[in-house]
């Protein structure tokens, strides 16, 4: 095409003017990272939550338990909890719930209209005192009550950290089983929202999977942590229940109306597979189903089976070496920093078990190591990019 | 109102009626806007000093309870040491009848009898440990008089000790032979051997296992008195720990929660003057632990801790008062710790045989 000379430096432009003009188009394509590539990411479009009646009514787990056919209500994670709550309350006349806040109806509304229905001897607030809760909740446990106690947030479990376990974890041991603190439940929101920093972001999960006595549990939806919490409320050992914070709202499904209990230290296959195990629990399950989904795009005929630990303490070793002795290779994903963490824990149990077995070294996506950041929290979280890197390595060893 | 600028505001008033009623009515402005606006956010009426003649007003703030402004900066600091109920001479004579313990002969004996098998137990165990038969003792040389305590509780009041209860168990029953089997850790140890010597705990007689970390025992009795409350059976909690104990965050979090929830515990702290090797001077600097007790909010008494009816009143009008009350109280026994802290410890190493 021929143009005039005084047109010449506009045909540079005009080009230009169309290029970015694709750019912006495309402008989230461009900009992202390669996988995530047109992807609905996180839980507000996951398929793992049981959005409609259909749904629950064809889950197996909820089926032989008697509760798939029953009145659902649409629920988020705190209202989930909520009602599991109300259940506890209602069944056993020695339950009460305490903590910082929880008498208006908590920070996070987890206890709202609790003190209205049960009153205020047993939904009650307390001073600003986490070792207190915490040892105020063993007294009461230690009578035969049943203490459903609240730390505001799970970084700020550390005051009760002596209270938990030098004594809740070895109440019954030490005594010669004479007495026990079986009733005894603590609740704490945890885990990454956004814009948490160090203190209302951490996922201190590890630190109480140490501990021979405690039972340690993190849920991945509102159908989970309904069943979770009540079997965590009446089992016979002293329990920490770790709410994902992010989920509370974010996490919407058609939760059976009744008193329902899950199993603990049964782990859950979520989407079965073949080629490898991948494992997590609590928020992280959704960066791994995006993960997941990645990978089985871009690499066709590897399935990938993801399972949800649920009891970290005393977690379900079985599934996950059933799995992976099918599979013959494992990725373990949590939010918590990477050195001794939970995946540390399950890659030596299960490089024990399954030496021979394994095609490739285990591998573990989690947070950076490092005090959880601000602005950096992008870097720091193993979202679904950093496991889509660690499922390839893993397929690809 | 300064009654001095009087006569410069209102010239030609000095005569004495008419200034008694201008005094009357500005001390009735004077109120009313002092109850309408605080007075540091007014800068009317703080121009004017209150003088002695106006009521002195109440902080407003929710935090504040019956707090009153004052013009005056000082530093608060404690003058008055709390004083130490006492009900005896050192010859055991009831120096005031009112104090009389009103106790059965039977139950008198009981008593000095229990003092007696403790103070003979811990000498032999104490030997025993010397001896290598049992890996550790504790002694409660000195600190006999705390089974007082024990008898003026109801049988089924759960009691959460620290170690130096050992008196506290005889009182309510349990064996030489129990003690043994503990110590021991034989096949027919309650605690089924898992513990160290003298961390002992019967369900039976309502005294929960002794742990070894200190002052954890405080919010739990807190929260089991809670308990009890709300069984309505008119049964309380009983702590006991020391002076030393008393610094840990645990005491701290167990009274105020205690007080704030209205829980029947009495929280009992066995002063004996030293924490292991730390004397209590080097352990707090204000007066004991019956004042902090004040500040928690907690009615509070200080014993004489080698005076047994002393101990024995104390305790039973405590748990009156818990019981009926729903309420903590706090008690500090003043004693002074004869025995070693335990057999790994021998204390001439920082005080003297003199002392």
Redesign the interface.
Same mark, same amino acid.
């Given at each position: 095409m021929v143009t005039p000379l005084a047109c010449q430096h506009r045909a540079p432009a005009r080009q230009i003017a169309r290029l970015a003009k694709r750019l912006y188009s495309s402008a989230a394509e461009i900009n992202s990272f390669e996988p995530v590539r047109g992807m609905d990411l996180g839980v507000a479009h996951s398929k793992l939550l049981l959005r409609s009646v259909a749904s629950v009514q064809a889950s197996s787990e909820l089926q032989s338990l008697g509760v798939a056919d029953s009145d659902t209500k649409k629920m988020n994670m705190c209202q989930a909890i909520n009602d599991a709550m109300r259940h506890a309350l209602s069944a056993d006349n020695?339950s009460?719930v305490f903590g910082e806040d929880v008498a208006f109806g908590g920070v996070f509304r987890c206890s709202v209209g609790l003190a209205d229905e049960f009153g205020r001897?047993r939904i %009650?607030n307390?001073?600003l005192?986490e070792?207190?809760?915490?040892? %105020?909740?063993?007294?009461?446990?230690?009578?035969?009550?049943t203490?459903i106690a609240e730390i505001q947030f799970a970084d700020y479990i550390f005051?009760a950290f002596?209270?938990i376990v030098?004594?809740a974890a070895?109440?019954r041991?030490?005594?010669?089983?004479? %007495?026990n603190v079986g009733g005894l439940t603590i609740r704490t929101p945890c885990s990454a929202v956004g814009h948490g920093a160090l203190y209302h972001s951490q996922s201190p999960e590890a630190f109480f999977a140490h501990v021979p006595g405690l039972k340690v549990i993190m849920p991945r939806s509102p159908i989970q942590a309904k069943g979770l919490l009540l079997a965590a409320i009446r089992d016979p050992n002293p329990t920490i229940f770790f709410e994902p914070k992010i989920l509370y709202r974010s996490a919407v499904e058609q939760v059976p109306v009744d008193d329902y209990m899950l199993p603990l230290s049964k782990a859950e296959i979520l989407k079965p597979g073949k080629d490898v195990t991948v494992v997590g629990y609590g928020s992280q399950i959704y960066a791994l189903e995006n993960a997941i989904q990645m990978i089985e795009r871009d690499m066709p005929g590897v399935t990938c089976e993801l399972i949800d630990l649920r009891t970290i303490l005393p977690y379900d070793a079985e599934t996950v070496i059933n799995s992976v002795n099918k599979t013959g290779r494992l990725v373990v994903a949590h939010e918590a920093p990477r050195t001794q963490g939970f995946a540390a824990e399950l890659a030596a149990e299960i490089q024990e078990r399954c030496f021979l077995r394994l095609e490739s070294p285990v591998q573990r996506v989690c947070g950076l190591f490092v005090p959880h950041p601000l602005v950096f929290e992008r870097f720091y979280m193993p979202c679904a990019v950093r496991t889509y890197e660690a499922i390839k390595n893993s397929l690809s060893y | 109102m300064n009654l001095a600028a009087l006569p410069r505001i209102l010239p030609g008033l000095r005569g004495s009626r008419a200034l008694r009623w201008t005094h009357t009515r500005l001390g009735q402005l004077q109120r009313t806007f002092d109850k309408a606006l605080p007075q540091a956010h007014c800068p009317l009426t703080a121009a004017f000093s209150t003088s002695s003649c106006v009521p002195r007003k109440k902080v407003m703030f929710p935090g504040a309870l019956d707090s009153e402004y004052t013009h005056e900066l000082r530093f608060a600091s404690n003058v008055e040491s709390i004083p130490t109920y006492q009900v005896m001479d050192t010859d055991g004579k009831v120096l005031d009848a009112a104090n009389d313990p009103q106790v059965t002969e039977e139950e008198a004996r009981k008593i000095y009898k229990n003092m007696h098998v403790l103070n003979v137990m811990d000498q032999i165990m104490y030997e025993a440990q010397r001896q290598g038969r049992i890996s550790f003792y504790m002694t409660n040389f000195g600190e006999e008089a705390l089974i007082g305590s024990a008898a003026a509780l109801d049988p089924k009041d759960?009691v959460?000790g620290q170690y130096r209860e050992a008196g506290v168990l005889l009182q309510r029953g349990f064996t030489i032979q129990q003690f043994m089997d503990q110590c021991y850790s034989n096949e027919k140890?309650?605690? #089924?051997g @898992?513990?160290m010597p003298i *961390?002992y705990?019967? #369900?039976e007689l309502h005294f929960?296992?002794i742990?070894s970390?200190l002052a954890?025992q405080?919010?739990? !009795? !807190?929260? !089991? =008195?809670? =308990? &009890?409350r @709300?069984e309505g059976k008119k049964l309380c =909690?009983m702590c006991y720990f020391g002076e030393g104990a008393a610094s840990e965050?645990?005491f *701290? =979090?167990?009274l105020? &929660?205690a007080a704030?929830?209205g829980c029947p515990v009495i929280f009992f702290c066995r002063n004996n003057g030293y924490s292991i090797s730390t004397p209590s001077i080097e352990q707090y600097r204000g007066d004991g632990i019956a004042s902090r007790g004040i500040g928690y909010g907690i009615d509070t008494i200080r014993v004489d801790g080698n005076d047994i009816w002393a101990i024995y009143a104390a305790t039973k009008a405590a748990r009156k008062i818990a019981v009926e009350q729903n309420k903590p109280i706090l008690i500090e026994a003043m004693t002074y710790r004869i025995s070693h802290h335990s057999t790994s410890d021998d204390s001439s190493a920082y005080r003297s045989k003199k002392e």
């Open positions: 020695t009460v001897e %009650f307390t001073p005192t070792q207190g809760i915490a040892g %105020f909740a063993i007294g009461m446990a230690a009578m035969g009550h203490a005051p002596d209270q030098n004594e070895k109440y041991y030490r005594s010669g089983n004479q %007495f | 759960q959460f140890d309650l605690g #089924k @898992r513990q *961390h705990g019967t #369900k929960q296992t742990s970390p954890t405080i919010p739990q !009795a !807190a929260g !089991a =008195a809670y =308990a &009890m @709300r =909690a965050g645990d *701290h =979090a167990g105020n &929660m704030t929830i």
